[in-house]
Antibody, heavy 120, light 110 residues
Framework: QVQMVQSGAELKKPGASVKVSCKTSGYTFTNYHITWVRQAPGQGLEWLAWISPDNGNTNFAQKFQGRLTLTTDTSTNTAYMELRSLRSDDTAVYYC?????????????WGQGTMVTVSS | QSVVTQPPSASGTPGQRVTISCSGSSFNIGSYPVNWYQQIPGTAPKLLMSGNNQRPSGVPDRFSGSKSGTSASLAITDLQSEDEADYYCAAWDDSLNAMVFGGGTKLTVL
């Protein structure tokens, strides 16, 4: 079955970087964009960006441009999200998800989430 | 402050019908498909309604979606205790060049 399995929880100090992985299986990796969404404690969902594993094209929410890098490894069907210059308000659960495409604009398969805590 | 707005809470008793609204603008809901997500606290969101009104496989037909102009709604009939969750609408926004989520609606089954 289609799965997205993320790396484990991270504890980082302010100013550091974090890299979260999202290993996919059960479908053709290059056929679907991978998107990243985060959720701060007790808050709603916030879209960060997406990447096409086929050609590496990316699209970022403006507030994360310059601080966020998305990459993919087609040899392992894994996507990565790296967020730099971490602040306390970056503390959140970070989710990867599969984007269904421009017909529906939905995120149909989600990873289990990775808790990133930023604290001194 | 999200550009797509939802009521923060909704409630109903078992067997009732409830609706959750989602209001946006011509930049988002008015121009792009709306998707709905269900999130049980402590778990990842789940796609509940795709492309305004399409139920992914496995979603009960008690759930339905609709869109008119710059607003959308999610209806749940025959409300059940397992429907208690947070519900989010989402749509692409041309002015922000970003996917925008509503603030979420917490559904309580009384």
């Amino acid at each position: 079955q289609v799965q997205m399995v993320q790396s484990g929880a991270e504890l980082k100090k302010p100013g550091a970087s974090v890299k979260v992985s999202c290993k996919t299986s059960g479908y053709t990796f290059t056929n679907y964009h991978i998107t990243w969404v985060r959720q701060a404690p007790g808050q709603g969902l916030e879209w960060l960006a997406w990447i096409s594993p086929d050609n590496g094209n990316t699209n970022f929410a403006q507030k994360f441009q310059g601080r966020l890098t998305l990459t993919t490894d087609t040899s392992t069907n894994t996507a990565y999200m790296e967020l730099r210059s971490l602040r306390s308000d970056d503390t959140a659960v970070y989710y990867c998800a599969r984007f269904t495409g421009a017909s529906d604009y939905g995120f149909d398969i989600w990873g289990q989430g990775t808790m990133v805590t930023v604290s001194s | 402050q999200s550009v797509v707005t939802q009521p923060p809470s909704a409630s109903g008793t078992p067997g009732q019908r409830v609706t959750i609204s989602c209001s946006g603008s011509s930049f988002n809901i008015g121009s792009y498909p709306v998707n709905w997500y269900q999130q049980i606290p402590g778990t990842a969101p789940k796609l509940l309604m795709s492309g305004n009104n399409q139920r992914p496989s496995g979603v009960p037909d008690r759930f339905s979606g609709s869109k008119s102009g710059t607003s959308a709604s999610l209806a749940i009939t025959d409300l059940q205790s397992e429907d208690e969750a947070d519900y989010y609408c989402a749509a692409w926004d041309d002015s922000l060049n970003a996917m925008v989520f509503g603030g979420g609606t917490k559904l309580t089954v009384l």
